[in-house]
């Protein structure tokens, strides 16, 4: 697992911006962001829908500033509109953490094994550019997602497997 301190710091060091909506898979970042005393003045939002997220960091990135969302794979069923007709059409660079349900060892869930089966046709489908968070390279996966959405200015998706962010 990375450790939740040093990923936040990292994510106050990179980003004025964070939100989503949470999920397990997330959860020592989250706990440690609860208590987190940003150095950089990090805001950070718990949304209800995966595309209020989208658009609260559309309006974060039209000024300028970086901005990451968090969300399960089953939410990017409710993102599609909002990724397409607003941060896409606009292209507007956020970087986006996924939870990769619906795999070993989750997979005997069935309100994930659907979700966790078309993940990545669904990033293709909707043309997002994606990859796997890490536990050994974290630094370099975030390092090069961040870089991606900027080049493509485009939302780019880290896909973060059981583990990775949790214990």
């Known amino acids: 697992m990375i450790d939740p301190e040093a990923f936040v710091e990292f994510i106050d060091e990179n980003f004025q911006f964070i939100c989503g909506v949470p999920c397990s ?3 020592e970042m989250l706990i440690y962001l609860e208590t987190y005393k940003s150095k950089n003045e990090l805001d950070h939002f718990i949304t209800t829908r995966e595309d209020e997220a989208i658009a609260l960091a559309s309006g974060v990135a039209l000024s300028g500033k970086p901005a ?3 969300m399960q794979n089953s939410g990017l069923g409710n993102i599609g509109d909002a990724l397409t007709s607003l941060a896409q059409l606009y292209k507007l660079p956020m970087l986006i953490l996924v939870s990769y ?3 070993e060892p989750d997979k005997d869930f069935p309100e994930h094994s659907v979700m966790g089966d078309v993940t990545e046709s669904v990033l293709e489908a909707l043309k ?3 990859s796997e968070l890490t536990v050994d390279n974290w630094k370099s996966d975030m390092e090069n997602a961040m870089k991606k959405t900027v080049e493509a200015s485009s939302p780019v998706v880290l896909l973060v497997r059981l583990g990775v962010l949790n214990q």
């Open 101 to 103: 349900r619906g795999l």
């Open 128 to 130: 997002i550019p994606y």
């Open 68 to 70: 990451l969302i968090y």
């Open 25 to 27: 898979y997330f959860k």
